[in-house]
């Protein structure tokens, strides 16, 4: 009895090690195509114009914007500015605890520093990546805009953005913000988890 629980254990504990391993490098794969993604310069075509996609991260009760929606508007400035030819669409909708739209509190953010009403496009509809991409993708026919994209948010968000980008818009670029280290690790181990759903329905 003893030796049947014992081969017991040692198979369950075998199982338990397989799936570990497979875990692990799930993580690694999905771990290499991120940093392949944020490491990745954009390679634009001096020849076409782009719109500049920026995905929507949590408002403040105050209207201002969190520290990472900060930081992907800084880098969506940088990017407009070096390329006063790129329009911009600004995503997210209105989430429960938000006073005001992430697009709308975006859109004030970028005129405040200084970009033109005019180059602003606004998707305020949207509660998640697809949606964001989604709805953008509208907003740039309604108004005729170019169909090639650099999308702006944090790095780690980069792989699975341009990965659900790439069968809507034409020509796919990305372009990170900078992220904070507190929020790294555990957004970074989210993100695995959400590409793990978007493999599995195959989206």
């Known amino acids: 009895m003893k030796k049947i629980k014992n081969k017991y254990i040692r198979r369950v504990l075998l199982i338990m090690l ?14 290499v195509n991120m940093l392949m993604v944020i490491n990745t310069a954009p390679d634009y075509d001096e020849n076409k114009n782009y719109t500049v996609i920026v995905l929507g991260c949590q408002v403040r009760k105050d209207g201002r914007p969190s520290d990472m929606l900060r ?16 329009v911009c669409v ?3 909708g209105q989430g429960a605890n938000e006073p005001l739209p992430e697009a709308h509190v975006m ?8 970009i033109s009403p005019e180059r602003i496009f606004i998707e305020d509809k949207s509660t998640s990546t697809r949606e964001n991409l989604d709805f953008a993708s509208a907003v740039i026919a309604d108004n005729n805009l170019p169909t090639d994209v650099v999308i702006v948010s944090d790095g780690f968000h980069l792989y699975r953005a341009k990965r659900t980008a790439s069968g809507i818009f034409g020509e796919v670029h990305t372009y990170a913000g900078y992220t904070y280290r507190r929020v790294l690790v555990p957004y970074w181990i989210r993100e695995w988890a959400a590409l793990t759903r978007d493999f599995i329905s195959f989206k």
Do not use: P, Q
Not at 21 to 31: D, H, P
Not at 107 to 114: A, P
């Open 18 to 31: 397989i799936i570990l391993s497979l875990g692990i490098i799930w993580a690694v794969f999905l771990s």
């Open 90 to 92: 600004v995503t997210g």
């Open 71 to 86: 930081e992907r508007l800084i880098a969506a400035l940088r990017l407009l500015n070096e390329h006063e030819e790129f």
């Open 107 to 114: 859109r004030d953010w970028l005129i405040d520093k200084g």
